[in-house]
């Protein structure tokens, strides 16, 4: 492509007009391409709606998601604006997906020169995004920083540990995630607990949830069902690992009613897979109610009034520890150990007996409650907006090792000119 040809592009993207320059208040885009990154912007985007004479928040969509019960009803129920820039990018393989992402990305940084991105979890659209700004030495934050799973085989731990290392700011969700961080080297003063943002959500949202007639509309009853997710490529991409999962969901089904939203990914695997896996797709398993995903507002209903939920999610593991319901985690492993450490999550595996037997026990005798971590307390969005005010208007940690490295550089030629 020539020079001429890029021009054209990044004009058709982002009009000359919508460039500020050398205003006070700081531009800021913040990132979202996938449905649990919506669910962690909108408290963050109102935040900062809030500061006007210091910051402005942009809202980026990359296009990862883009069917309507995966994206548009997350920012019509959460109350969000249209994003300002749409990327379209859409599905395809892991390079693909972020490449895309990553070239449409650069052009709107180039021509919108933002004082700060910020990034949120462990998606591709993240990735994609903290490469970009890294790259064009825009300052990067990131929300939800310093989770592990120790497990490089999930593409999110990959995402994860990119992110954090190229991230000017890391605002973490725990204190295990300050130790990871501290372990891999990441200097103190760049990280920043804040607390779990997707809190700020459920907490802000949970009287709207409770007028969702979704028990209603399934017919279902308070505490009689078990509610189900599954996405992780580790648990639904494979036919020998989704034969355990059909175990599970057969087993609890024999007496009880599950309620599974199923996910894209899970239903187009599903349904290429045929026999039982297709059955259950096509939502003609006995007790099991299919669904396609829902929005916020039935979900978080669901989640409350459920006896036990059975997921690989990040989110749900979160969700289910505020709201003290049992959570089984059908993976061999969690980044989010406090909420086993405070809250009702179990760390499964892909054990079908054990799986069975404790859901059916959640089933019989409905028990309710734990802990709640530290800071996960509904301001976690206000921490966050403090700590980019305070980046962006008090100096950094880069600024001053900047600062240094020049002093050092000034030392040396002294050096020559004394010598
Ligand atoms: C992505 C994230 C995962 C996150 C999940 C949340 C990565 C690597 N993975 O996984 O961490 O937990 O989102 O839900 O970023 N599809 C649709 N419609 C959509 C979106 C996807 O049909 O709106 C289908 C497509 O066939 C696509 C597949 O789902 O190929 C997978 O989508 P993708 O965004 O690549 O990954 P997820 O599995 O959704
Ligand atoms: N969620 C939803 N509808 C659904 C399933 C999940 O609104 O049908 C919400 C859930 O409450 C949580 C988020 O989506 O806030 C979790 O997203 P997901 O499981 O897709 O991604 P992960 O958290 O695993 O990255």
């Known amino acids: 492509m020539n020079n001429s040809d890029y021009e054209q592009r990044l004009s058709k993207r982002v009009p000359a007009s919508d460039v500020r320059a050398g205003s006070a208040v700081k531009d800021i885009i913040l990132v979202a391409g996938a449905r649990p990154n919506f669910i962690k912007l909108a408290p963050l985007y109102k935040e900062l709606c809030r500061r006007p004479e210091k910051l402005c928040p942009i809202v980026l969509h990359t296009g990862q998601h883009y069917d309507q019960k995966m994206s548009d009803v997350f920012f019509q129920e959460l109350e969000l604006p249209e994003p300002d ?9 892991h390079a693909e997906q972020t490449a895309r992402i990553m070239v449409e990305m650069e052009l709107i940084f180039m021509r919108r020169k933002p004082d700060m991105v910020v990034v949120f979890g462990d998606v591709n659209s993240t990735l ?41 700011l890391l605002l973490t969700p725990s204190k295990d995630a300050n130790r990871n961080l501290e ?3 990441v200097p103190r003063e760049k990280i920043v607990m804040v607390g779990n943002i997707v809190i ?10 409770d007028k969702s007639d979704i028990l209603e509309r399934l017919q279902i009853e308070s505490g009689a069902f078990a509610l189900m997710t599954m996405h992780r490529p580790g648990n639904v991409d494979d036919r020998d690992t989704v034969d355990i999962l059909l175990d599970i969901v057969e087993g609890i089904a024999a007496e009880h009613t599950i309620v599974f939203p199923i996910h894209p990914r899970t239903h187009k695997n599903f349904t290429g897979m045929g026999g039982r896996a297709g059955a259950l797709a096509a939502g003609t398993m006995n007790n099991v109610i299919i669904t396609e995903p829902l929005g916020y507002l039935d979900f978080l209903k669901l989640q409350k009034e459920s006896a036990v939920i059975l997921t690989d999610s990040g989110g749900v593991q979160e969700e289910s520890t505020y709201l003290g319901i049992p959570c089984l985690t059908l ?16 760390l499964i595996g892909l054990d079908a007996a054990i799986a069975i037997e404790h859901a059916r026990r959640y089933l019989q005798k ?14 976690t969005a206000v921490r966050i ?3 980019i005010e305070k980046f962006l208007f008090e100096g950094d940690y880069k600024r001053e090792m900047d600062a240094l490295h020049m002093a050092a550089r000034e030392e040396a030629l002294q050096a020559l000119r004394t010598s």
């Open 85 to 93: 820039i749409f990327l379209g990018a859409g599905s395809g393989t």
């Open 128 to 168: 994609a995004a903290s490469i970009t700004a890294a790259k064009m030495g825009i300052p990067l934050a990131h929300v939800e920083a310093g989770l592990r799973a120790f497990d490089r085989s999930m593409p999110e731990e990959i995402n994860r540990l990119v992110t954090d290392t190229l991230a000017d």
């Open 183 to 185: 372990r891999e080297g």
């Open 200 to 209: 700020d959500t459920l907490a802000g949202q949970l009287s709207r949830a």
């Open 331 to 346: 993976r061999p492993n969690t980044e989010r150990p406090v909420t086993i450490t405070h809250g009702s999550n179990h």
């Open 366 to 379: 409905r028990t309710h409650g734990a802990g709640i971590p530290p800071l996960w307390d509904g301001k």
């Open 385 to 387: 907006a403090d700590a």
